[in-house]
C-alpha cells in the first residue's frame, strides 16, 4: 500500500508522547513538521502521562474508532493516604488519612478490581454532560451527577510496594481511567489514594518498545525518510485473512456493490457469514475490510469500511 500521493502522508505513527503535552499538542506539532493537514490521534493521555499515542495521517484517520477499541496496558503508580481532586499528582489536595494496610490487603483489593467493574468518569474529564465538558464544570468548583460506565479490566499485576507507594500493570479497556482505579483502590483500602505516574506501554499492537519521540519523527521528516518510521493502515488487521479482488470487482466493491463469492478465484475460502477480512486489489493495494453475507443461500462479499 502507497503511503505518498497526491494527499500527502497515509499510515499509522506509534509515538512516545512526553510528559507536560496534551495530546492534541502532540498532534498539533505533527500537523507542523509533517504539512499534513488530516491527522489524528486514537486515545487521548493526559498531559502529565507520557507513552505510546497512536497517531493516523491522511486517509488512515478513517481506522482511528479501530484503534480506540483496542486493548490498552499502563503501568501506574498509586500513592496511598493522599487524595486530589482530579485523582492524580496535579491536583489539589482534599484529604489525607494515615496509611494502615498490609501488602496482604492491598494485593486483595487490587484483585477486586479485575474483570468488568464500573467507574464513575472523574469531573476532571472530557466527558460531556449536559452538553459542556466535566473538566469546564470542574474549573468552576462544582460537580454534578455522573452515570457509572462499564469498562474490562483483564489484569492487574502489582510489580512493587514500596512504603505508600504501589506500581503496577493494568491491561484495560477502552474506557478506563487510571487516576479513577487509582483512586478506587484507595477507597477501598481505607485511606485514600491518586494516581503519582502513568505511563501506556501498548495500544493493540502499539508498543512502547517500537514507539518514536517527537525529535525522532522531526529527523525522519526532515531527512525525508518519514514513511519508514510509517506503518501501512492494513497492519492494524493482520489478525484477519485476506482476498484479492480483480479490477472489475474491485470498482463494485468501491461502489458498496456486492461480490458474489463463487466468483472469487481464492482457493479454499472459508463461507462463515458475518466473516470480517482484509480486500485488496490486483495491484495489492488495500482497499478496505470486507464481510460476508448469506442472501438466499448465497454468500457475497459486501464492503464494511473502505481506507482507500
Given at each position: 500500500m502507497k503511503k505518498w500521493g497526491l494527499y500527502g502522508i497515509n499510515g499509522l505513527l506509534n509515538v512516545l508522547k512526553p510528559p507536560g503535552m496534551t495530546s492534541f499538542d502532540v498532534v498539533a506539532y505533527l500537523r507542523g513538521i509533517l504539512k499534513e493537514k488530516k491527522i489524528g490521534h486514537a486515545?487521548?493521555?493526559?498531559?502529565?502521562?507520557?507513552?505510546?499515542?497512536p497517531v493516523c495521517l491522511g486517509k488512515a484517520t478513517k481506522v482511528i474508532e479501530y484503534i480506540m477499541d483496542m486493548e490498552k496496558?499502563?503501568?501506574?503508580e498509586l500513592s496511598l493516604g493522599i487524595s486530589t481532586d482530579t485523582q492524580d499528582s496535579t491536583g489539589n489536595i482534599i484529604a489525607k488519612?494515615?496509611?494502615?494496610?498490609?501488602?496482604e490487603d492491598i494485593f486483595r483489593v487490587v484483585k477486586e478490581f479485575t474483570g468488568e467493574i464500573y467507574q464513575i468518569p472523574p469531573m476532571y474529564s472530557a466527558v460531556r454532560v449536559g452538553g459542556r465538558r466535566l473538566y469546564e464544570i470542574a474549573r468552576e468548583g462544582k460537580s454534578v451527577e455522573r452515570n457509572p460506565?462499564?469498562?474490562f479490566?483483564?489484569?492487574?499485576?502489582?510489580?512493587?510496594?514500596?512504603?505508600n507507594k504501589?506500581?503496577?500493570?493494568?491491561?484495560?479497556?477502552?474506557?478506563?481511567?487510571?487516576?479513577?482505579?487509582?483512586?478506587?483502590?484507595?477507597?477501598?483500602?481505607?485511606?485514600?489514594?491518586?494516581?503519582?505516574?502513568?505511563?501506556?506501554?501498548?495500544?493493540?499492537?502499539f508498543d512502547i518498545e517500537s514507539a518514536y519521540t517527537l525529535e525522532e519523527i522531526l529527523?525522519?521528516?526532515?531527512?525525508?525518510?518519514?514513511?519508514?518510521?510509517?506503518?501501512n493502515t492494513d497492519k492494524l488487521f493482520e489478525n484477519l485473512d485476506n482476498i484479492h479482488l480483480s479490477n472489475k470487482e474491485t470498482g463494485r466493491f468501491l461502489n458498496g456493490g456486492f461480490i458474489p463469492v463463487n466468483r472469487l478465484n481464492q482457493g479454499n475460502f472459508l463461507l462463515k457469514e458475518n466473516l470480517l477480512f482484509r480486500v485488496y486489489n490486483e495491484e495489492n493495494i488495500f482497499l478496505g475490510l470486507g464481510r460476508?453475507?448469506?442472501?438466499?443461500?448465497?454468500?457475497?462479499?459486501?464492503?464494511d469500511k473502505l481506507f482507500c
Amino acid at each position: 500500500m502507497k503511503k505518498w500521493g497526491l494527499y500527502g502522508i497515509n499510515g499509522l505513527l506509534n509515538v512516545l508522547k512526553p510528559p507536560g503535552m496534551t495530546s492534541f499538542d502532540v498532534v498539533a506539532y505533527l500537523r507542523g513538521i509533517l504539512k499534513e493537514k488530516k491527522i489524528g490521534h486514537a486515545g487521548t493521555l493526559d498531559p502529565c502521562a507520557a507513552g505510546v499515542l497512536p497517531v493516523c495521517l491522511g486517509k488512515a484517520t478513517k481506522v482511528i474508532e479501530y484503534i480506540m477499541d483496542m486493548e490498552k496496558v499502563y503501568r501506574a503508580e498509586l500513592s496511598l493516604g493522599i487524595s486530589t481532586d482530579t485523582q492524580d499528582s496535579t491536583g489539589n489536595i482534599i484529604a489525607k488519612k494515615e496509611v494502615n494496610v498490609s501488602a496482604e490487603d492491598i494485593f486483595r483489593v487490587v484483585k477486586e478490581f479485575t474483570g468488568e467493574i464500573y467507574q464513575i468518569p472523574p469531573m476532571y474529564s472530557a466527558v460531556r454532560v449536559g452538553g459542556r465538558r466535566l473538566y469546564e464544570i470542574a474549573r468552576e468548583g462544582k460537580s454534578v451527577e455522573r452515570n457509572p460506565r462499564k469498562i474490562f479490566i483483564r489484569s492487574i499485576e502489582i510489580i512493587n510496594i514500596c512504603k505508600n507507594k504501589v506500581l503496577m500493570d493494568v491491561t484495560c479497556s477502552k474506557g478506563t481511567y487510571i487516576r479513577t482505579l487509582c483512586s478506587d483502590i484507595g477507597d477501598r483500602l481505607g485511606c485514600g489514594g491518586h494516581m503519582s505516574f502513568l505511563i501506556r506501554k501498548r495500544t493493540g499492537i502499539f508498543d512502547i518498545e517500537s514507539a518514536y519521540t517527537l525529535e525522532e519523527i522531526l529527523s525522519a521528516s526532515n531527512s525525508g525518510k518519514i514513511q519508514e518510521i510509517t506503518l501501512n493502515t492494513d497492519k492494524l488487521f493482520e489478525n484477519l485473512d485476506n482476498i484479492h479482488l480483480s479490477n472489475k470487482e474491485t470498482g463494485r466493491f468501491l461502489n458498496g456493490g456486492f461480490i458474489p463469492v463463487n466468483r472469487l478465484n481464492q482457493g479454499n475460502f472459508l463461507l462463515k457469514e458475518n466473516l470480517l477480512f482484509r480486500v485488496y486489489n490486483e495491484e495489492n493495494i488495500f482497499l478496505g475490510l470486507g464481510r460476508i453475507i448469506k442472501e438466499k443461500g448465497l454468500y457475497y462479499i459486501k464492503p464494511d469500511k473502505l481506507f482507500c
